[in-house]
């Protein structure tokens, strides 16, 4: 399996544009995608204003600044995701608008594309039902704010396939972010829950670790 060089992001709001920003922080080419034109070019506005504060405080420079810039898109049209070897979702908390927008990435997005839904509000199999191969679907819920933060859940349900963990895993990993092995349970606030299991998730990211049957820890 090639290395993961071209990744793609759903929803263009403050989780989704910092998603987008941290992907191109760490040298992918990404597209930024929402439900229009407009939606898409305010994420790019938000990852501009995100970088050029990092410059300000000295975080980055300007010449590493243009390069994270001009690895990001933010067409309108979806299928600009078809190269995409990883999709993240980001929309909204609302199921039937997240199935709308797996409906669509099972048809814009190459066959072996990995799909994730930074859901923290409803069971990823809920999600991935709106996909005609729900193995490749699994959650990486990032946590405020995506540049910065460095952990991510990584949740797969009981259909993800064996070899899509590992990968998402492993992308995780090599973006500098601390994941976490979680069960599929649907909090009101997946984030309020998780902060008193940081400790015991956290202990559970450093070693070898099964969930649903599947090995978190890549070959």
Not at 77 to 104: T, Y
Not at 202 to 211: C, D, E, G, I, Q
Request: proline letters at 5%; aromatic letters at 4%.
């Amino acid at each position: 399996m090639s290395a993961i060089e071209h990744a793609g992001v759903v929803g263009a709001g403050t989780m989704g544009a910092g998603i987008a920003q941290k992907l191109a922080q760490e040298g992918l080419a990404v597209v930024l995608v929402d439900m229009d034109e407009t939606r898409a070019r305010a994420g790019m506005a938000r990852v501009e204003a995100s970088l050029d504060e990092a410059v300000a405080r000295k975080v980055m420079d300007r010449a590493r600044a243009d390069a994270v810039r001009a690895r990001v898109t933010a067409p309108a049209d979806w299928s600009r995701l078809a190269p995409a070897q990883v999709v993240v979702e980001a929309v909204f908390e609302d199921l039937a608008v997240k199935r709308e927008v797996f409906a669509r990435l099972g048809e814009a997005c190459r066959e072996d594309a990995l799909l994730a839904t930074n859901t923290s509000s409803f069971r990823v199999a809920d999600v991935a039902r709106a996909v005609k191969h729900p193995g490749r679907v699994l959650g990486l819920h990032y946590f405020y704010h995506p540049a910065k933060n460095r952990l991510v859940e990584v949740v797969p349900h009981a259909g993800t396939d064996r070899a899509t963990l590992p990968r998402a895993w492993a992308l995780q990993e090599r973006i500098g972010k601390t994941p976490i092995a979680s069960a599929e349970i649907p909090f009101p606030s997946r984030g309020g829950a998780a902060l008193g299991a940081f400790t015991a998730c956290l202990s559970v990211a450093r070693n070898s670790t099964t969930r649903n049957g599947l090995s978190i820890t890549p070959a």
